[in-house]
């Protein structure tokens, strides 16, 4: 199979030969033995095309009919991360991921994903095509099939359409499903569908907007498998959840999103038992005061406490 | 704040003082908000217009002739050529300017254009009334299909068009990209419509307004004087409707800085983390 | 290009039936409001509802053609696909002429239809199929092109169906003289009225429109 230009080398066994019944769906991810060989041959190749780092954001600002939903965020990413963004409603995580897509403008400031300016129009239409979005849209035509969407989509990107049977196998979308008009799909199932459409693109960055909403556990661990392989194929994730729990286990970052800026966290895991003032966003109360900040601004890693974030005022 | 010059009003007065337009841009992007949107260029300027007005009415109603066929209705037509000429103009500079916008992408262009457009369908609309008032008396009735008055019709509902779109709620980039767009289509459209209509005439023998009658002297100027004192009039309203545009647009970015500054308030950890804001 | 002529596919199933429908009630409510005297036209002897059916057909073409327009990208503001056009890197260009090429195909389904629904009811001689043929394919080009235009233009993510009319009927006032007076010379070979310059209009106005929705896609589909 030829790879397009700027996507990740997907070794054609893994998507070979699966059985495509649910016990696959019901969370039998851990096929990784299969995958031993894939990630050494595939990883190298990825390396040398993905820039690094990924996202680069400094003090960028979009304006989504003129009201800042980012506003100064300064933000880097490395390939292989998954980052989860996490923050109250309205916080600007939705928009940040569309800015990552390259569908959001970017007001101010400066920012460049998978090396492409952010700032110019080319450089975002270009981006584009590398960087796969899930989103609370489906992407999808009501009134064709699950297997008609993903081809038209396929081809609308020019990927072979050879490689949608595989992944639909995958997703668990053939045999029934395949045939049915999206309009009578469940939410969970559109959101296979979509997830289909956005594995067979096979981005260098995937952005998932809330993959976890609408899915029953199976399902969210399927997501979470996915999100694995991919990255273990050389792909960065950026997903936004509430399912925090879940999302803190595969996620390799945290930063929360609020008031249209990121603050960073540890390991959320280390956060908790490290650093006694840690105030998750939700709850915080007087707690302004009580912690010093240690580390610099740069949010790149850097363990910085973000402490008594005052649950924002519902805006936007 | 001078005055310029007055003096009686002579046609030819119109001519001399008519504008070096002062730069539209003194009184409004250097200033904080100005009070109104005159200024020293506007005022000359607009009196320069009020001036040839009266000489136009001096000339038309007084001095020109009634005209053998039509009488004295014919005065109507000092007006109403004119707007015509303006109109078409100003959608001329709303397709002139879009296409700068579209290259340059400079908002200033983009608020030329729409007030161009808005003064452009104003003086259409105004003459569509003369026209309309002008056929009354001569043929008895208000409407008649012909080719001008029918394309000028159309071309005021593309226009009003036009300006619905820009009203469209969307950001801001986009409507006026959009706008941009329509603004270049719209008039070559009118090219179009104009010379269908035209065509389409030919073929049912119809009635066309006639102006091709036999015109003296005195009469042809009086005309020249009506183009001069619209244009004018045009240039004047342009000026200040572009102005109005621009100030408004600082609102809005003033408005904006403010959003800018509630939204990074929403966290209030700021201090702590020593982020600059 | 190839993509959205998939579309074609999957709309003419579910929408066909409406529009279709509606443009033929057009035809029977004109009929209905217009008395059927004779006249004396010519050399003919033809009643008013003859005379002007080109121009009633046309208009319910035109109206239709709205629906259909607005549909089109009805469909495609749905569920975001416009962002997921926007991502896949895809020409703009060749959006505009394959949703073009979609929308007329539909409509001249829909004419075709229509025409013969008109000639029985409306009881009109033909005198030149060849014209005929021209005119409905060039015309009805020139209104999905530009109608394909406008409703890009006038769509937001909710798409405002109240302005598309607005923008576009003014534009395709040449059109609709053009298809009318070539569809009359072509039903009754009126010797005042040459059809084939007509459809030369019609060329044009079409050509000129490719010409241009190519050209004004690619800034029209960039959101951002």
Known sequence: ?316 | MTISDSSSGAGTEAQDSAPQNAAPDGASTGDSTPANTGSRGTRRLGVAALLATAALLLFGLVLSPPEASQAEAVRLFYLHLPSVAVAYLGFFITMVASIIYLRKGSLFWDLVAGSAAEIGVVFSAFMLISGSLWGRPTWGVYWVWDPRLTSTTVMVVMYIGYLAVRRLELPPEVRSRRAAVLGIVSFLNVIVVRYSVKWWRGVHQGETVGLDTQMDGLQLFSFFVGLVAFMLIFAWMLIHRFRISWLRHEIDEQALAQALAERRAETNATGLLGRKN | MAGKDLRIEFTSRVVTAQILPFGFLILIMFGLAIPPELLVVGDARRSVLEEVAPALFWLAVLLSALMALGRAFAVEAHDGNLDALRMAGIDPAGVFLGKALAVTAELVMVEIVLGLGAFVVFDAPLANPVMLAVTIVLATAGVTLAGTLYAALAAGQRARDTLVPLLVLPVLAPVLLGATLATRDALFDEPGVAGWSWTMLLAVFALLYVGVGTLAFGPLLEET
């Open chain 1, 1 to 316: 199979m030829i790879q397009p230009p700027g996507q990740i080398p997907w070794p054609s066994h893994w998507f070979a030969g699966q059985n495509c019944d649910d016990a696959l769906y019901r969370g039998d991810v851990s096929d990784g033995e299969e995958s031993t060989a894939g990630p050494a041959s595939g990883a190298e190749g990825a390396e040398a095309l993905i820039a690094d780092p990924v996202v680069e954001l400094d003090d960028a600002v979009s304006l989504i009919d003129r009201f800042p939903a980012v506003a100064g965020l300064d933000l880097t990413v490395h390939k292989g991360d998954i980052v989860l963004l996490r923050g109250p409603n309205g916080a600007g995580k939705s928009t940040l991921l569309r800015l990552c897509a390259g569908l959001a403008p970017l007001s101010a400031g400066q920012g460049s994903v998978l090396g492409h300016d952010l700032a110019s129009r080319v450089g975002r239409r270009s981006l584009r095509r590398q960087a796969g979005l899930l989103a609370h849209q489906t992407f999808l035509y009501d009134e064709l099939t699950v297997e008609e969407n993903v081809l038209f989509w396929a081809r609308a990107n020019r990927i072979d359409t050879a490689s949608v049977e595989p992944v639909l196998d995958r997703l668990a979308l053939s045999n029934r499903l395949k045939r049915v008009k999206v309009s009578n799909l469940s939410a969970g199932q559109r959101r296979r569908t979509s997830l289909a459409v956005l594995v067979v693109r096979r981005p260098r960055l995937w952005l998932l907007d809330e993959p976890h909403a609408g899915l029953d556990v199976n399902g969210r661990d399927f997501v979470d498998g996915l999100v694995k392989h991919a990255v273990a194929f050389g792909a960065t994730v950026m997903l936004a959840s509430h399912d925090f729990d879940r999302a803190a286990e595969i996620a390799t970052r945290t930063v929360v999103i609020d008031g249209g800026q990121a603050y960073d966290q540890a390991q959320p895991q280390a956060l908790r038992e490290d650093e006694p003032n840690f105030q998750p966003p939700a709850e915080a109360t007087a707690a302004n005061g009580s912690t010093e900040a240690n580390g610099s601004t740069e949010a790149n890693g850097n363990t910085e406490v973000d402490s008594g974030v005052a649950p924002a005022a519902e805006s936007g």
